[in-house]
Structure formats: C-alpha cells, structure tokens
C-alpha cells in the first residue's frame, strides 16, 4: 500500500513557475514509477509526466515538454513537478501517482493516487 500526498500548488500568473511535491507513505517508494496527470474542469485526467523507479528515464506529454521537469528523491519518498513558463492552460487539478508499471502514460497504469493539488493559471 502507497499513500500519496500532494503539495506546492496555488495560483501563479503566466510565465510564473511552481514546484508541486508529492510526498510517498511505505518503504517501497523506490521499488514504484512515478506520474503526475492532471484534470482541468470539464476534461478528462490526462498524462503530464512520468519517471522511473530509478529517476533515470523520464517521459513528458507533448503539451509540457520543455517546460516542466520530473524528479525524484528516493531517500525522501518524494516526486517532484518543476513547471516553470505555465500558461492558463496549465490551470487544472494535478494528481500524482504511483505504478508497478515502467513509464506509463495512461491512467489505468497507475495503482496508487494522491488527492491532488489546485494549480491556477491567471493571464
């Protein structure tokens, strides 16, 4: 069993940057691959990024690519979301998630999910 708890979100004007944390219950963090996706209101979740247990393997969707940055601190139990240039559309609720999975991009992946963090966006 994983707990995920999510943190960092608020609201940022664009351009703006913000780090959102996601901090792991359990001793077997290192052992899980690690996303976040997001949902705006009206929209279904979709994939922003993803690592590996190791942090060595990441992959982004299009729409964040160069933008933001996944990392992780295995020694911490933590995942982190640098996004920096946001845009207004970045505005969504942003959910992190564990899975047993190699950097997968789609939901039904993921095993595990934090309750998720408001991100605004103003422009």
């Known amino acids: 069993q994983v707990q995920l708890v999510e943190s960092g979100g608020g609201l940022v004007q664009a351009g703006g940057s913000l780090r959102l944390s996601c901090a792991a219950s359990?001793?077997?963090?290192?052992?899980?691959?690690m996303g976040w996706f997001r949902q705006a209101p009206g929209k279904e979740r979709e994939f922003a990024a993803t690592?590996?247990?190791?942090?060595?393997?990441?992959v982004y969707a299009g729409s964040v690519k160069g933008r933001f940055t996944i990392s992780r601190d295995n020694a911490k139990n933590t995942v982190y979301l640098q996004m920096n240039s946001l845009k207004p559309e970045d505005t969504a609720v942003y959910y992190c998630?564990?899975?047993?999975?190699?950097?997968?991009?789609?939901?039904?992946?993921?095993?595990?999910w934090g309750q998720g963090t408001q991100v605004t966006v103003s422009s």
């Open positions: 690592i590996s247990w190791t942090g060595g393997s990441t």
């Open positions: 359990g001793r077997t963090f290192s052992s899980y691959a």
């Open positions: 998630a564990a899975s047993r999975a190699l950097l997968g991009t789609m939901a039904s992946a993921y095993d595990y």
